[in-house]
């Protein structure tokens, strides 16, 4: 059994589709390479960037298979294993199994709100019964939550559940979770999901993210993770700056994960219409979302400027508070003799 902790920017893997709505499988397989060429550390399908809900379980592992097949295991893969019930969420994970995945990320169940109990239990009979690596996925906002007793007890007693995947974007939370695991899990691993907070959860201990920002600007997301594990703080900090910005234009002004799918249109892929459908005004808004995009993206270089040319913004206008975070987590570790 594998026991090297999950480390770095795993990518939240978004799926191309072909005119009529199916898997556009070249574009998939084009868009794998050109993750990996700029150095994602690992790849991360059938997640909520992935739109997993809204593919069928023989789609789901159809997408694993081709990404699989593609990697050659160049990069370790983190698979999105969660169906609609215990029994299919075990089979999944069996079959991610056969296919060599790294392991595998199951979110606590959704739809109906499950007590700490029922979420423990659900996580007990998966890891009884997983031949692969399990990583808990927290996403309270869409799915019964995993609170820090849960995640303690059953990092203690499944040695097969090995790391959470934490999207609430908290960092208290993600510190009484490290506190509470990691003296007896020292392996285990704390993976955040919320890209405006990734260099601050870095500092406080967390090994690495699962940040749809990845899928879009690899090149950003990786160099964010290496300056700050680095300990180049300030120059980590711009890099979470304009990370933040496009974050922030990406998830709030399109239905999710339209953003990320527009702004990866722009980096050269096909990505076809998205499954989910859209009215005529939201159709309009993702076109004037798309320019804002292409501004943003033209100013690291990834992209041209659109006809018209871009207006000059303050790139520093959503600066404070990831400041005032950092500066007190760099002000605590120091305190305790950390850095």
């Known amino acids: 059994m594998a026991t090297e902790r999950l480390r770095g920017i795993f990518t939240p893997n978004l799926v191309p589709y072909t005119p009529d709505g199916g898997i556009n499988e070249s574009e998939l397989r084009r868009y794998v390479n050109w993750l990996i060429e700029r150095g994602v550390h690992g790849l991360y399908p059938n997640g909520s960037t992935g739109e997993f809900t809204r593919f069928s379980p023989e789609e789901r592992r159809r997408i694993v298979a081709i990404i699989a097949d593609e990697n050659r295991g160049r990069v370790p893969i983190l698979a999105g294993a ?14 991610y199994h056969d296919l060599g995945v790294r392991a595998v990320a199951i979110v606590a169940p959704f739809y109906y709100k499950l007590s700490p109990k029922s979420v423990y239990a659900y996580f007990r009979e998966i890891g009884r019964n997983t031949p692969i690596d399990v990583t808990l996925y927290n996403i309270p906002m869409f799915a019964s939550p995993i ?35 990691r003296p007896n899990r020292p392996e285990f691993s704390f ?56 974050f922030d234009t990406m998830i709030y002004q399109a239905e999710f994960p339209d953003g990320f799918r527009a702004a990866v249109e722009l980096r050269g892929f096909l990505m076809g219409r998205g499954r989910q459908p859209l009215s005529e005004e939201q159709l309009s808004d993702l076109t004037t979302l798309a320019r804002t995009l292409q501004c943003m993206l033209s100013t690291h270089g990834f992209t041209d400027q659109p006809i018209g040319g871009c207006a000059i913004g303050d790139p520093t206008a959503r600066s404070g508070e990831i400041d005032s975070i950092v500066q007190n987590v760099v002000s605590e570790l120091r305190r305790r003799g950390l850095m």
């Open 82 to 95: 969660a169906e609609a019930n215990v029994k299919e969420t075990i089979k999944a994970c069996e079959y």
């Open 147 to 181: 609170d820090v007793p849960t995640v303690q007890r059953l990092s203690e007693e499944f040695e097969r559940i090995v790391a959470i995947k934490d999207s609430s974007g908290e960092i208290p939370h993600m510190i009484r979770m490290i506190q509470a695991v």
């Open 191 to 246: 993976l955040t999901g919320w890209d405006a907070a990734l260099m601050p959860m870095l500092l406080i201990g967390c090994d690495g993210g699962t940040n749809a920002s990845s899928g879009v600007v690899p090149e950003l997301t990786r160099r964010l993770y290496d300056l700050t594990v680095g300990g180049q703080i300030d120059a980590a900090r711009e890099v979470q700056y304009d990370l933040v910005t496009l």
